[in-house]
């Protein structure tokens, strides 16, 4: 039989309470919130002694072992109804009438949500997502749990989910906002369905919202010219606040007095600005990617110079060596010098040893946290509008579309761009990372011949001889099939039956200067050929120049 009962536990003695005895007990009274409060004292006198507000109701489960299992009632005749639903489980799952399992995911459900979300949060550290992951992800549970009323795993409701979303549109709420609460929410959801607190996952076939036609932030890539003005200025700015004048007649003019080792603190912040953006530009690294990177993971020895990500730094969580080009190699190979000189010039100065490197523990850059108010200040000193006249913006994270957006104007192939992007999947790195309005489209046209309207036959087979298309001979491979002759096998007496069965001979190779198309230069794909023809295939039969098909 089982029973319930109050918890006690035990706390420290308040700082101003005041010890009384009462009814032979000692207790200590206190003043919290405008009210006098009372609670006896442990043996030792030191702490005091309290009971939770709700019951807790112990009893044996269905495999026989005692356990407690909070009620959350705070009146004892409701958690007796809730240890007897408790006791006629664990008699069920005894009888056979379900499993333990069952059993289980019925406690579950009844069980307060925010112990479950707890539990998920220490699922989330133990499988290594980052800080801000694991922060995020509890926000929104909580707010969506909160604001949609679920006390429980069993009151989760997709059309209250649903209905959730809606009102979360009509107030504003952004596609991709919206998105990331649900995708939240179903991951928790999948996870208690994986655990057992759950048999299906309530929201798993909500929809989500089509974020491209809701695109309440769309980046832009900048142009090579305001790349250049963008570093030049980041080189100089540091400095040059320093030197301007902030008030009197003298005011906005850089004449300021700035004591010499001051002014080389602020040129050596300058530069090393300008060479963050121009990492960022050149390597496609993001923010956070590139403010972990320390200098041993710099690898400017070998004959390819690169950068070596550590699977924790990454957004992927994969790992990944970044390629770094030639001249930004020489830039971080310079500024490392410059470091470890003067590293090595402080130790001088203070009487240590002089280090012959630098530590590999340290920042390769100190990347401000507000590196986005920084890159605003750089981009209006340097005239480049922030905003374009379609309502695209600037950020830290453009640099990246930037990268792709280059790498596209550049003739790179789009699958070697998107491993250059470390992106999953190629429509991330086409349509999302690259900028249209700097891909030369126009010009891409003039690889078009000339087509003019009132030309006649001759000036037609000279402009036929400008493009090259006046004979064959001059786009055609020099080897192509020749005319494939077919086996007795091929032919059928009746010609009202459709699609026949056709055995080619074996192919060979002959030079046939005005043979174009798809199969030009096809040598031994007899026997794939021919085994597609009787699903209905065209097979290719080259002759006198063109293609001929059999039906």
């Known amino acids: 039989m089982g029973s319930v009962y109050r918890k006690a536990f035990t706390k420290p003695l308040p700082a101003d309470a005041e010890i009384i005895t009462r009814k032979g007990e000692r207790l200590a009274r206190w003043r919290a919130k405008g009210k006098t409060r009372t609670a006896p004292l442990t043996a030792a006198g030191d702490r005091i002694r309290i009971e939770s507000a709700t019951f807790t109701a112990k009893y044996r489960d269905g495999n026989n072992h005692v356990v407690e299992v909070p009620t959350g009632c705070r009146e004892e005749a409701a958690a007796r109804q809730v240890l007897a639903e408790l006791e006629r489980k664990a008699e069920r799952v005894r009888a056979g009438l379900i499993t333990a399992s069952e059993a289980r995911t019925a406690e579950h459900l009844t069980t307060p949500i925010g112990e479950h979300i707890d539990a998920y949060?220490?699922?989330?550290?133990?499988?290594?997502?980052?800080?801000?992951?694991?922060y995020e992800t509890r926000r929104r549970l909580s707010r969506i749990v909160s604001e949609c009323r679920f006390s429980t795993l069993s009151a989760i409701d997709r059309g209250a989910v649903e209905h959730w979303l809606a009102d979360q549109t009509r107030s504003g709420m952004s596609a991709r906002t919206r998105n990331t609460?649900?995708?939240?929410?179903?991951?928790?959801?999948?996870?208690?369905?994986?655990?057992?607190?759950?048999?299906?996952?309530?929201?798993?076939?909500v929809a989500r919202a089509d974020e491209r036609a809701d695109r309440r932030r769309q980046r832009r890539a900048m142009t090579a010219d305001e790349l250049s003005r963008l570093l030049d200025v980041a080189r100089r700015r540091p400095l040059l606040d320093a030197l301007t004048v902030r008030r009197g007649k003298r005011k906005g003019q850089a004449v300021a007095n700035v004591r010499p080792e001051i002014r080389e603190q602020l040129d050596i912040l300058g530069r090393e600005r300008a060479l963050i953006y121009k990492t960022l530009v050149l390597t496609g690294l993001r923010r956070n990617e590139l403010a972990t990177l320390t200098v041993g993971q710099?690898?400017?020895?070998?004959?390819?110079?690169?950068?070596?990500?550590?699977?924790?730094?990454?957004?992927?969580?994969?790992?990944?060596?970044?390629?770094?080009?030639?001249?930004?190699?020489?830039?971080?190979?310079?500024?490392?010098?410059d470091r470890l000189a003067a590293r090595q010039s402080e130790a001088r100065g203070r009487g240590e040893p002089i280090p012959s490197r630098l530590l590999a523990d340290a920042r390769l850059f100190t990347v401000p946290k507000e590196l986005v108010k920084i890159l605003d200040r750089d981009l209006k000193l340097a005239g480049i509008p922030?905003?374009?006249?379609?309502?695209?913006?600037?950020?830290?994270?453009?640099l990246r579309h930037t990268f792709g957006t280059l790498l596209s104007k550049g003739g790179v192939a789009p699958r070697t761009a998107q491993a250059a992007m470390r992106h999953s999947d190629i429509d991330l790195t086409?349509?999302?990372?690259?900028?249209?309005?700097?891909?030369?489209?126009?010009?891409?046209?003039?690889a078009l011949p000339s087509l003019p309207l009132d030309a006649g036959p001759a000036s037609g087979r000279e402009s036929n001889r400008a493009t090259g298309t006046d004979d064959c001979r001059s786009l055609a491979p020099p080897l192509a099939l020749t005319r494939c002759k077919p086996s007795a096998s091929e032919s059928s007496t009746d010609k009202t039956k459709a699609g026949p069965t056709l055995s080619m001979g074996p192919a060979r190779l002959d030079v046939n200067p005005c043979v174009s198309g798809d199969f030009a230069g096809f040598s031994g794909g007899h026997d794939l050929l021919s085994s597609r023809a009787g699903e209905g295939i065209r097979t290719p039969d080259v002759q006198l120049g063109k293609l001929a098909f059999y039906h």
């Open 121 to 134: 949060g220490i699922h989330l550290t133990a499988i290594g997502v980052s800080d801000k992951h694991h």
């Open 181 to 205: 609460h649900l995708l939240s929410l179903n991951a928790f959801a999948a996870w208690c369905v994986e655990t057992g607190r759950l048999t299906s996952n309530p929201v798993g076939m």
């Open 298 to 337: 710099i690898r400017l020895d070998g004959p390819t110079a690169y950068i070596e990500l550590d699977a924790a730094d990454e957004k992927s969580r994969e790992g990944n060596a970044v390629p770094i080009r030639a001249d930004l190699a020489d830039d971080i190979r310079a500024w490392l010098a």
């Open 386 to 398: 922030k905003t374009d006249d379609r309502g695209r913006t600037l950020d830290v994270h453009a």
């Open 430 to 446: 086409m349509n999302t990372y690259t900028d249209p309005r700097l891909l030369d489209v126009h010009g891409a046209l003039d």
